[in-house]
């Protein structure tokens, strides 16, 4: 466990994985606060200067969750906008990998804004 009381990586889950309750879900929010909780997903979009930016944003989280092993839905829209969305389709709703995995991108995104 991190610091955030949150897995330090991805674990891979089996089909038929407990999906969190609500009540955890929103506990564990905390932890992703730019992501909102649209039970059962966890979504938030990232507005990029350009359609090229949103591609190169698009591989970058794509890279980042091939190396997690899960994967959000991917929803470009418009010609700059990148919406994420997360859940664990073995749990048929959210895990512990969506907030791990949203904490992750959060950094990512900080990183690529310094």
Do not use: Y
């Not at 999906?19 to 929103?26: G, P, S, V, W």
């Not at 992703?32 to 200067?49: G, H, I, N």
């Not at 890279?63 to 990148?82: I, V």
């Amino acid at each position: 466990m991190s610091g955030t009381g949150l897995p330090e990586h991805c674990v891979p889950c089996a089909k038929g994985t407990a999906a969190l309750a609500r009540a955890a879900a929103e506990a564990r929010l905390a932890h992703v606060p730019e992501w909102t909780l649209d039970f059962p997903r966890l979504r938030r979009t990232f507005a990029l200067k350009d359609f090229r930016a949103a591609l190169a944003w698009t591989n970058r989280v794509g890279m980042l969750a091939e190396e997690q092993q899960h994967h959000p839905d991917f929803h470009l829209t418009g010609w700059n906008r990148l919406e994420l969305v997360l859940w664990t389709h073995a749990a048929g709703g959210l895990s512990d990998n969506d907030f791990v995995l949203a904490r992750k991108i959060d950094e990512l995104w900080a990183r690529s804004r310094r």
